[in-house]
């Protein structure tokens, strides 16, 4: 595989500026904060009796008071000479953290990895509710239950393969990239979701670009469409938008597409979209969104890896075992649009 | 600040190996990994209707299924040239993830960033249950309900000051070094604890000791009893083990401290303990463990910052404004006990 990735390379613009995930990088920072939320107080709980060691008399723990809530967590890691422009930030998806970007499954460098390596600074963040941003008390402080993703619903809804049987046979797609061998690792991954945090969320999202753009911006899934929307938002500080396999977008006629000239989108599909009534539904919404930023004269792409001729990716294809060849057609875009 | 640390630092064995935690440092790879935990199964749950977008149909939601629980998340940064012999694992405290070690709360760089700069491959973990360990579904999965920490028992409890009125005034000790100011950006790093969850927990640790160990190991606040116990279990891979405010110790009547012979341990204690029942209570239990392992022929410091002179340190001393002292501190010992 490194091998066909160094041979493509040479066939690729921006040669010299890519990177194949495998050089040393000189870092000068990695470091994190917290951005977005704010102090909630809650009042009228009863106490309850905890004992927290074990075979200790139980305390009474008062769950009143005040507590933060609705933050996002944000990671980076600052190079000594960036040879990026604007640094990249790396948006999960639903049900996951940041760790999306990271180390795969498998034990291979993912693309946080691969853009260090490729000269970006790097800032992997945990969205509202999810891993280190923390979440809060339901249902007096988030308004609803939060949703945990089964196996086989990963497996199904990911387009991993066609059927998962709980306790029984899981069945691939035969030309699956995913190292399947890795499921259950990557099922470590998954987090609670809620459904009533999209506001919060995006309030994040947006004070992150206001703070830390001018930026390239990298998508995911349901971060396909707080993407969309911050680059609405701040179109003159996010450079680029790379929307990976996004769930979802706005209604063009309810936002002003013309602002995005100076935003190039690429759209990035894997394989088996026929297979999934759920990405038949998914794909309509970013096709119609696509198509009207076509219109209105945005810079825009999109690639269709099986029509590339790149088979079996599945809805986490930077996680798939061609994950570099990937990145490597993104960061291509990434500099042809003037990342570097 | 950083003159007196400059001037400390000539004064200190090892001077040479020793950074200021300001050096650029060059890296060969920044990942993750997840460890521990296992394949649970939820079954006659009912089903849920729930809206996964404003506006849209509710679906159906099965919570039925497979799931992956009680994993732990480990991040490493591995250095191209480590100056240390061995790698730092970092284990942080209840309540909290391993963002205790990263970029503090008023934005200066933690100890993450000091012991990269002093030439230490880096592991930070988030134990089970927090941050992007994940959580599992409660009370089929998790026994217990979460508990969240008010402000004012983080204030009042990691002896920030004597006294928080929620809504009103927080009074600080007056010679304390945390950055009051950031006091709330602190609070956005809290998550929910489960009082239920040690057994899983200590497994992943000792897991995460055979994965990654020789090793060095920092240990704060309640990681402060899982560090202990890991070097019980594997006293041959854990070459040192630094207690930063420990919150507990076992009996030194149930372990064999005789193991120890070959890892050294450093017990570090800020101030106001005389102030605070609850520290009084936890420090019995350490003061007991470290003399109990003298008795046996340990190797054993015990840091005491204000009989140093070192005044005002909190529990969280590792975001005081002194944090880079306390961390030479603690990298002078570890370089007389082996670990350059």
């Not at 706005?250 to 599909?269: C, I």
């Amino acid at each position: 595989v490194r091998a066909v990735v160094r041979f493509c390379l040479a066939a690729l613009p921006g040669f010299a500026l890519i990177s194949t995930g495998q050089a040393d990088y000189l870092v000068r920072e990695v470091g994190s904060f917290h951005i977005g939320g704010q102090q909630v107080v809650l009042s009228g709980l009863p106490e309850k009796e905890m004992s927290f060691t074990a075979g200790m008399a139980p305390v009474k723990v008062d769950p009143n008071g005040e507590f933060e809530a609705g933050q996002m967590y944000v990671q980076y890691v600052k190079l000594v000479n960036p040879k990026a422009k604007y640094p990249l930030l790396l948006w999960h998806g639903g049900g996951l953290t940041g760790v999306t970007w990271e180390t795969k499954p498998d034990g291979k460098p993912g693309w946080q990895q691969f853009f260090l390596s490729a000269g970006y600074d790097t800032y992997v963040s945990d969205a509202v509710e999810r891993g280190r941003a923390s979440w809060a008390r339901y249902p007096e402080i988030f308004k609803t239950e939060p949703v945990f993703r089964t196996k086989k619903e990963a497996w199904e809804g990911f387009r991993i393969g066609p059927s998962y049987e709980t306790g029984g046979k899981r069945v691939a797609f035969e030309d699956t990239q995913f190292p399947v061998e890795a499921f259950d690792q990557f099922a470590k991954q998954a987090v609670p979701r809620w459904i009533s945090n999209d506001a919060p969320t995006q309030a994040a999202y947006d004070a992150l670009v206001q703070k830390l753009c001018p930026c390239v911006i990298a998508v995911h899934s349901q971060g396909g469409n707080f993407g969309f929307r911050a680059a609405l938002a701040a179109p003159d500080k996010v450079k680029a938008l790379v929307a990976v396999e996004p769930s979802g977008a706005p209604d063009p006629a309810q936002v002003d597409l013309t602002k995005l000239k100076a935003t190039p989108h690429l759209f990035v599909y894997g394989d088996h979209i026929d297979s999934s009534n759920r990405w038949q539904t998914y794909i309509k919404a970013t096709q119609r969104y696509f198509a009207a930023m076509k219109e209105s004269g945005v810079n825009t792409s999109w690639l269709d890896l099986p029509k590339e001729g790149i088979k079996g990716n599945t809805h986490m294809l930077m996680m798939d075992k061609n994950s570099d060849e990937i990145a490597l057609r993104i960061q291509s875009w990434l500099v042809e649009h003037g990342s570097m």
